[in-house]
């Protein structure tokens, strides 16, 4: 970004205290940040400095480490996972996106057909919540958007699962996933 340099290694991506007018602005800002080769990892955080106005607990990041004992999670290890960007950020809904059946958040993955690349991308959420659209970029720009009419059932988790094929770009492309929701209209 002409010469500059840039001193942080992560970026707030979503916060549930200050939701923007376009909610994916700061996501567009980060694959901006991507797209020049600044590696910043994605942080989704509750905005808890007044909590009489702004309902915390929504926005979160996931970080991919071990976690079969949530009272014994390696420190160092989660902050190294975060470094690396192996992180899921959700607004209430979680995404995961393989490619060639490999990878996931923060990985790179090599392309094994030079024809097309299979994504798999799952979204799931709580029974009371759902996904309405989907979107795929590479390198910030939109690729690929899906909707969806399907919501929940009864009190199983709400999931949408697609598989799609995406061109083989000459290049390297970071992929990101982003589903989108109806919202929610009642206390939960």
């Known amino acids: 970004m002409h010469g500059r340099k840039f001193y942080f290694n992560a970026m707030e991506t979503i916060n549930s205290g200050a ?3 376009d909610p994916l602005q700061l996501f567009y800002d980060w694959m901006t940040l991507l797209n020049a080769g600044i590696d910043v990892c994605p942080i989704g955080s509750s905005d808890s400095h007044d ?3 702004y309902i915390v607990g929504q926005a979160r990041t996931y970080v991919r480490c071990d976690d079969s004992d949530p009272s014994k999670v390696n420190i160092s290890e989660a902050c190294e996972a975060i470094r690396q960007g192996k992180v899921s950020v959700s607004y209430g809904l979680w ?5 060639d059946g490999r990878g996931k958040s923060g990985e790179l993955t090599e392309i094994a057909d030079k024809e097309g690349i299979t994504a798999t991308v799952t979204v799931k959420a709580p029974h009371w919540s759902s996904a309405s659209r989907l979107l ?3 390198n910030g720009k939109l690729l690929l958007e899906k909707s969806s009419s399907q919501g929940s059932s009864g009190d199983a988790p709400f999931i949408w699962q697609e ?3 995406l061109p083989v770009a000459s290049y390297d492309m970071n992929l990101v996933a982003i589903a989108i929701g109806p919202g929610i209209g009642e206390s939960f």
């Open 163 to 165: 598989t799609i094929t």
């Open 19 to 21: 939701t923007q007018s």
């Open 51 to 53: 909590v009489s106005r």
């Open 95 to 99: 995404v995961e996106m393989t490619v």
């Open 136 to 138: 795929i970029f590479g």
